[in-house]
């Protein structure tokens, strides 16, 4: 079994800044459970362009206001404490904080290995560096 708090996976080096969010990885591939796990902030007024072409993901917003915009479309979600958004599709999307931060519940698949940070296309890289 494994168990792990947020406080102390927020005091470790599974907590990665990327200026306008900061997410804490709570599972992660070498875990082995074939999904990782992450406790994501978006912080409030700013956007982050997101392109997740190596992953799949579902986004459980658990705190704050904001909205995701599919970029193929220009549809735009709100988000709201209790919304669900599924990434089924690689969608290439811009997510905003708007009144105050986002907390968000976010599982990956494949699992992320600890160290990914959005690229100038706002993609994780499929193979990354690990947390030790």
């Not at 917003?61 to 735009?76: F, H, P, Q, R």
Request: proline share 4%.
């Amino acid at each position: 079994m494994i168990v792990r708090t947020l406080k102390e996976c927020k005091e470790s080096n599974r907590a990665i800044n990327g200026g306008t969010w900061e997410s804490v990885r709570m599972l992660l591939k070498d875990d082995n459970m074939g999904f990782s796990f992450h406790i994501t902030t978006i912080f409030k007024g700013t956007e982050t362009p997101i392109w997740y072409q190596n992953h799949l993901e579902s986004v459980y917003c658990m705190s704050g206001y904001g909205e995701v915009e599919t970029c193929e479309d220009g549809k735009i979600y709100p988000i709201e404490p209790g919304t669900l958004y599924i990434l089924d599709k690689h969608d290439k999307h811009l997510l905003r904080a708007t009144t105050e931060d986002m907390q968000m519940a976010c599982v990956f698949n494949p699992p992320l290995h600890g160290k990914e940070i959005h690229d100038e296309n706002g993609v994780y890289a499929l193979e990354a560096e690990t947390i030790d």
